[in-house]
């Protein structure tokens, strides 16, 4: 039964889809928050309806104190629906605020939680190959940025070994040595294929071990490159 598999641009895409849709729908529950919240705001224009209706049925007013009164009653009306205008202001440039606050915060928890899985990953496949550089002429491969000094026939199985990658095959010890020796694969050893696999394992290995591991620090010794509160002997 074949074993089901993942591949990071599946991730990606899923990753950007439940952001996108996280987005829509925090924006499209502000939205309709500030609809709501708007519909049953008061009308700003009901305080001056209210004293214009008050002036209606008090016609009758006549003294210079009750039309006082009514004239304080309409500047005050006025008033209210000017506040109640910067309220409506208020209020909007707040829930657009909010929005952008909430959008970033999904974004940043997003970026989060997937920098969290790449560096598990990370940890649990150890070196991470995010660059291949085989210079034939240095007799070198440069491996992300390190570089790592091979021989001759170290460099030609590596050579052989990218190439079969890139043209996605495997190739077995006999077919290797076919190759390199430029012999049939009938005429070739599985083992002398091996061999020089054991030789670039054994020498690229220990290039690599040295330079993230155990490093060699010049006219004073050997020391592990690495923290030494992970060591734990058991």
Do not use: H, W
Request: with cysteine.
């Amino acid at each position: 039964m074949p074993v089901p598999t993942i591949s990071a641009s599946e991730s990606r895409r899923s990753g950007t889809r439940i952001v996108a849709l996280g987005i829509a729908a925090i924006v499209a529950i502000l939205v309709l928050a500030g609809a709501l919240l708007m519909l049953t705001l008061p009308d700003a224009n009901a305080f001056n309806a209210r004293v214009e209706r008050i002036f209606v049925e008090n016609a009758s007013l006549t003294s210079q104190a009750e039309i006082k009164l009514l004239e304080i009653l309409a500047q005050s009306g006025t008033a209210f629906a000017d506040v109640l205008s910067g309220y409506r202001m208020v209020i909007f440039v707040l829930l657009v605020f909010s929005a952008a606050m909430l959008v970033a915060a999904l974004v940043f928890l997003v970026m989060l939680v997937a920098l969290n899985r790449r560096m598990a990953q990370i940890e649990r496949s150890g070196i991470e190959v995010n660059s291949l550089i085989i210079s034939r002429d240095e007799n070198t491969v440069y491996l992300n940025t390190m570089g790592f000094k091979l021989t001759d026939a170290m460099m030609e199985t590596l050579s052989v070994l990218a190439e079969a990658r890139l043209d996605d095959e495997m190739l077995s010890g006999s077919q290797i040595e076919a190759v390199i020796s430029g012999r049939a694969e009938a005429d070739c050893d599985e083992a002398a294929g091996a061999t020089r696999i054991k030789r670039l394992r054994d020498g690229l290995g220990n290039q690599i071990v040295s330079e993230l591991l155990v490093k060699n620090i010049a006219r004073r010794g050997y020391v592990l490159a690495i923290d030494k509160s992970v060591i734990e002997v058991v």
